[in-house]
């Protein structure tokens, strides 16, 4: 694919189906929901859809209910129960006992498209079509950048969780057929996010923005003054080769230079649905297993050693520009708000004494050492012997 290429790159197409729009509606507590009939062109019964508008203006589904006759038949189911795994003396599940609850976390992307899609057959030839489309998938950040191909990445993630939700939608008298997909942002998502204007926050930034950047900086960022600030976050990303993100400028056909000229020309090359995708993408995910040790958290580098691992979560989970206890340290023990531990931490998050899966990638390495997690061989750069990754659990099994 050249620069600029505009080609969608998607996974293989799960459904089709109609969609009848209704009605508009508001609810008393909520932004106005469009309510949508949808038909599978293969099945007789319909939804009703609940879409709500981003900050963006974007529809997201939020709910379905079926439609039977004689009014709403209550709300779709959105998991299946199955029995508890059998345990091998390692901790992995014994293969023949697990028909769903798998969870498949994919490792640091960096805008390699070809080698992303090898690694989604790859997955597809370990757990079957049916048992990958089944399975919840987390991705765990870095998405842009290094590689050559960050657009056609970008596309495969959202074409991949539009057919998911596709799935999901069919699932109208039964367990799912779908298992869902997440997506947590790294810190280059961050600072791509933070230079394009759409930080993946709740609600206003709470501070100014231009207040991250640390008064001893005079070089090595982007300088130009942007209308409501910019997180230091993405001063860097746009304004030095720190993050190298020439790639994926020219993947959109533009020339990286730090000028505002360029800026200009990334915000109208960047499609609107690019720009939603890296507002909505989660700091952390948290997940029950129905296995040892019974729970799964993922954030792209780690959690801070020393501070509440359950505070950490819950400011990450609020996704809190502002919260003090993720912010990484500087030397004079001063808090340094450009950057986040779960983010830019090294060294110090590497190791986890937590008794949950704690699972990463960022550092540029692979380890599975007991709980704790590190998906990252290829470091942005794949080759043979440093492959983009991903971990199956229940079976503890790296896909490469």
């Known amino acids: ?52 508008k981003s900050r963006r203006g974007r529809n997201c589904l939020i ?35 697990v028909t769903e609850n798998v969870t498949v976390m994919v490792g640091d992307i960096h805008g390699n498209l070809t080698e992303l899609t090898a690694l989604w057959h790859k997955l597809e030839g370990r757990l079957g079509a049916d048992g990958l489309l089944r399975a919840t998938v987390i991705f765990l950040g870095d998405y842009c950048d290094r590689g050559p191909h960050t657009r056609g990445v970008l596309d495969f993630l959202i074409e991949l969780k539009r057919e998911r939700e596709r799935a999901q939608l069919e699932a109208y008298d039964g367990p799912d057929v779908c298992g869902k997909v997440h997506f947590i942002a790294g810190n280059h998502d961050l600072g791509m996010a933070a230079y394009l204007g ?7 930034p709470p501070f100014d923005l231009d207040s991250t950047i640390d008064p001893a900086y005079k070089t090595g960022f982007y300088s130009h003054s942007v209308e409501g600030g910019m997180h230091y976050a993405g001063r860097r990303w746009g304004g030095s080769g720190a993050y190298n993100a020439g790639p994926t400028f ?27 995708f890296l507002e909505s993408l989660q700091w952390v995910h948290d997940q029950h297993l129905p296995h040892p040790p019974g729970r799964l958290v993922c954030v792209h580098a780690g959690l801070k050693p020393g501070a509440d691992v359950e505070a950490q979560i819950e400011a990450l989970k609020r996704r809190d520009l502002a919260a003090d206890i993720l912010h990484e340290r500087r030397r004079d023990g ?14 110090d998050v590497l190791k986890s004494t937590a008794d949950f899966y704690l699972v990463s990638g960022h550092h540029g390495f692979h380890r599975v050492k007991g709980n704790r997690v590190i998906l990252d061989a290829s470091g942005g750069s794949p080759t043979p012997d440093r492959p983009l990754q991903a971990f199956i659990l229940p079976f503890r099994e790296v896909v490469s």
Not at 80 to 91: F, I, L, Y
Not at 334 to 346: L, V, W
């Open 198 to 204: 759409c930080l993946p926050i709740n609600g206003d």
């Open 1 to 52: 694919m050249g620069s600029g290429d505009k080609t969608v790159h998607s996974p293989p197409a799960l459904l089709r189906l109609t969609r009848e729009p209704i009605k508009g509606e508001h609810r008393p507590d909520s932004n106005p929901v469009l309510l949508v009939r949808s038909r599978f062109l293969d099945r007789s019964p319909n939804y009703l859809c609940f879409f709500q």
């Open 334 to 347: 001063t808090a340094d708000i450009s950057r986040f531990a779960a983010f830019h931490g090294r060294g």
């Open 250 to 276: 020219a993947s959109y056909g533009v020339d990286f230079k730090y000028t505002a000229a360029a800026r200009e020309k990334l915000l109208q090359a960047v499609p609107e649905e690019h720009k939603d």
């Open 63 to 97: 709910s379905r209910q079926l439609l039977r006759s004689g009014g709403l038949a209550g709300t779709a189911k959105t998991s299946a129960s199955c029995p508890r795994p059998m345990m091998g003396d390692n901790g992995a599940a014994s293969e023949a006992q």
